[in-house]
């Protein structure tokens, strides 16, 4: 008990017991440089969650909406102590919040700089400012006419301080910043950044645009995968043979339709009876989030399964065999041989 006082008076130097049984407190909490009166009753037995805390009107201004959070506090601290800590650091917390939501206004020079800025740049690239002019969107367009959006996030103390940009790019966007920068010096960074990546893009935009892509479904600026539909298996044979042919002056599209001699289906051309992408086991293309990605070898046969469904398919066949994390049996459809590679978490 004496450690315990101890480190209350400590902690709370300026919160001291009114009798000598100490069920009763009175004093000020501290946070922020700035003292708040406050008196705790507790009960004989000195337990908590029957206590009672009386503050002052500032006090209780500043932690209206954190009286159940409080409460909650009162019923789980252990001791006084612990209670004035969390006390504390959530008056800390209700200060901080209260500072932001009652913060000054910038002063006028601040919109004026502004809309002069935007000006510069051109109204017809904003897309959007909010009323307090702490959220500003401008749009671009590249060389291949693609439309770019970055978002700027002003923080008060702008052009002191650099604003907060988001931007879809496959590489992160770091704008360099002094406190004489403007939105036009951002705008010009996000144009180079834009035209730095347009090969990329072009590269993806042709995939995109002449392949059946299964993931992402809408793929955004962002995005460095694609996941894409073929008619031909299996390809490592043709890839080893061809790999010479591969010319860094074509497109990475036409590279692939030469290595591997084949054509790829486009989404718009190829009609769902020529290429089915249901799993053949449970009917449905998506399968906790996972898509049909084995397919049977038989060219007469083709039929693609989610990984799961097939390995819980060939694990209950009596004819299938396993070599460590290989699983041999036969198609449910064409009964033809197929193999399939477990991956860890289906040992």
């Known amino acids: 008990m004496a450690v315990t006082e101890a480190s209350l008076l400590r902690q709370c130097p300026l919160l001291l017991p009114q009798n000598r049984s100490k069920t009763v407190y009175e004093g000020f909490i501290s946070a922020q440089e700035r003292d708040f009166h406050l008196k705790v009753v ?32 009162m019923q789980h601290s252990p001791d006084l102590m612990s209670f004035m800590m969390e006390l504390k650091m959530l008056l800390e917390v209700a200060l901080k919040n209260r500072q932001e939501l009652y913060a000054p206004p910038p002063p006028p020079q601040f919109y004026s700089s502004l809309i002069e800025e935007i000006g510069t740049l051109g109204w017809d690239r904003l897309v959007y400012v909010d009323t307090c002019f702490s959220t500003i969107k401008l749009k671009a367009e590249d ?30 966007f770091s704008a360099s910043w002094t406190p004489q920068s403007s939105l036009i010096s951002i705008y010009s960074q996000f144009l180079a950044a834009i035209e730095s990546l347009k090969a990329f893009w072009d590269v993806m935009d042709e995939i995109d645009e002449k392949t059946w892509v299964l993931e992402p479904e809408k793929p955004p600026r962002s995005a460095t995968a694609r996941r894409i539909a073929l008619v031909v298996k299996p390809l490592g044979i043709k890839l080893s043979r061809n790999i010479h042919l591969w010319d860094p002056e ?15 289906p486009a989404r718009a051309i190829l009609e769902k009876s020529d290429f089915t992408m249901d799993c053949g086991i449970c009917y449905a293309y998506q399968l906790d989030g996972a898509i049909p990605d084995q397919v049977c070898d038989n060219s007469q046969c083709g039929q693609p399964f989610h990984q799961i469904c097939l390995y819980e398919w060939l694990r209950g066949l009596l004819t299938s065999r396993q070599s460590f994390n290989i699983i ?13 590679k477990m991956s860890g978490r289906k040992h």
Do not use: M
């Open 42 to 73: 507790l009960p004989e037995d000195l337990q908590l969650k029957n206590a009672r805390l009386l503050c002052s009107w500032q006090l209780r201004t500043i932690l209206n909406g954190y009286h159940q959070i409080v409460q909650q506090r």
């Open 250 to 264: 074509n497109s990475v599209l036409q590279n692939l339709k030469d290595v591997l001699e084949i054509d790829f």
């Open 143 to 172: 060389a291949s006419g693609r439309e770019h959006l970055i978002t700027l996030k002003l923080k008060a103390k702008y052009p002191a301080e650099s604003p907060d940009c988001f931007v879809d790019f496959p590489v992160p």
């Open 328 to 340: 041999f049996g036969e198609c449910p459809y064409c009964s033809k041989p197929i193999t399939l």
